[in-house]
């Protein structure tokens, strides 16, 4: 298994443009999140999935918008990228624990570095 | 609103040194808790979790953690760092929803 993969690494963008980062997990979870990572602030929730259809926003949502057509797949849009959407975002999977519950452990990606001047 | 408060944001270690990460939730039902730690250049990944029995949890590379619930804390501990260890260390609490908090982060780095 790849586990959970994130294209592009990194990519600087000019304010005002748009791009996708893209999210794919093979490990058939129910569950995939993404969140932004700013130094001395920890992580903090965009949106987040509970399957295919159907999403939901996080603490910061605003700026972005996601969708999930496919289990595997969970990309983030930024319409007009900001110079405070300057980050590393992670995107992450987890299978759903006992009697549907949420309880299970996290599976981050490797993050993207997103520079926006 | 829940939150997770981790009151040490550097730390600083020699080998061999004992180490103590504090962690302390907010939340007053039952919640889940985990430790993560991301190694310089590489994505989060879980050292230790608590759901429920035994409060002191064993993890991976010698850490473990102690649930106390009286205090709402949920620390972790090395007996012996290594140079190794240098790393960023989150705690996060899930209360049983889809939203899992995370903690402001602790940088520790080991000095060999």
């Known amino acids: 298994n790849a586990g959970v993969t994130q294209t592009p690494k990194f990519r600087i963008l000019k304010i005002g443009q748009s791009m996708t980062l893209q999210c794919t997990q093979d490990?058939?979870?129910?569950?995939m999140y993404w969140y932004r990572q700013d130094p001395g602030m920890g992580l903090k929730l965009i949106y987040y999935?509970?399957?295919?259809?159907?999403?939901d926003k996080g603490e910061v949502p605003n700026g972005y918008n996601v969708s999930r057509s496919t289990t595997e797949d969970f990309p983030l849009r930024l319409e007009l990228a900001a110079p405070s959407q300057t980050s590393v975002y992670f995107c992450?999977?987890?299978?759903?624990?006992?009697?549907?519950?949420?309880?299970?452990?996290?599976?981050f990606g490797p993050g993207t570095r997103l520079l926006v001047l | 609103a829940q939150s997770v408060s981790q009151h040490n944001h550097h730390v600083i270690l020699s080998e061999a040194a004992s180490l103590e990460l504090g962690c302390n939730y907010s939340?007053?039902?039952?919640?889940?808790l985990f430790w993560y730690v991301q190694y310089p250049g590489q994505h989060l990944q879980l050292l230790l979790k608590?759901?429920?029995?035994?409060?002191l949890v064993k993890g991976i590379k010698g850490f473990e953690a102690e649930f106390i619930k009286s205090k709402f804390s949920f620390n972790l501990r090395k007996p012996s760092v290594q140079w190794s260890d240098t790393a960023e260390y989150f705690c996060?609490?899930?209360?049983?929803?889809?939203?899992?908090?995370f903690g402001t982060g602790t940088r520790l780095k080991v000095l060999a």
């Open positions: 992450a999977s987890s299978p759903p624990g006992l009697a549907g519950e949420v309880q299970e452990t996290q599976y």
């Open positions: 490990m058939n979870h129910n569950y």
């Open positions: 999935s509970v399957g295919a259809g159907i999403t």
């Open positions: 939340y007053g039902g039952t919640v889940n």
């Open positions: 608590y759901f429920s029995g035994d409060p």
């Open positions: 996060a609490v899930n209360s049983g929803t889809y939203k899992y908090i």
